[in-house]
């Protein structure tokens, strides 16, 4: 069950796709067959995407109303939830959409690695007819792995693994919000805490992690982070436009 799931909804899906574009793409270049299945990727998920910001705008405009309600009802976890979840209700939003976007590109990116390093197999710059749907062409041996004729697409990288990390960190800082700046002589508030260590983790140390992540494994890897993070602003910037 679990083979047919990856063969059917990720992997062949990913694979077909990378071969198509390199088929019509200049040079047979992977690098830029890489970019056109982001792309391809992203305007699949584009409702997905689209909710998500929109939850993230929405949670930053509601974020005083649950304060109340968590002032409110301290003492009562059940009623604080009820609360939370009719706020929720009325400003029409889903909280759990931004996380679901994030797992539904996990396997994507697993699939894109497999495509891709040379040790999976069934990768690059050979081609696997048995996998490649009806009406994908063979490339045949026009298969470029250097991106660009710059950079072997299954090496490291680590220009385009800092354009990763840095775009990462643009993409939290339009995402995030920002916690209250703890008060001098204050009680301590766990949650107050645990948000403000939760927003400088994913603010400072997640860029750090991904760019690490990016530059261990390959330059592929590497640039679909920097092109679906690049993406990721754009939808940032023009939903808040256009809201």
Known sequence: MFNYIWHTFFFDPVYNALVF??????NGDVGLAIIATVLLVKTILLPLSIKAVKTQKVMREIEPKLKEIKEKYKDDRQQQAQAMMEVYKEAGMN???SIALVFIQIPII???YFSVYSGGGI???????????SFIMDPGTQVSMNFLGLTDITERSILLALGAGITQYIHVTLTMP?????????APN???DFARNMHMQMKYVMPILITFVAYSISAAIALYFFVSNVVSIAQEYYIRKHR
């Open 95 to 97: 909280p759990l959409a």
């Open 190 to 192: 766990l949650k107050e």
């Open 110 to 112: 697993i699939a894109l």
């Open 21 to 26: 574009f390199i088929d019509v793409l200049p």
């Open 178 to 186: 920002t916690p209250p700046p703890k008060v001098d002589g204050a």
């Open 123 to 133: 990768a690059l710059p050979a081609i696997n007819l048995d996998i490649l749907y």
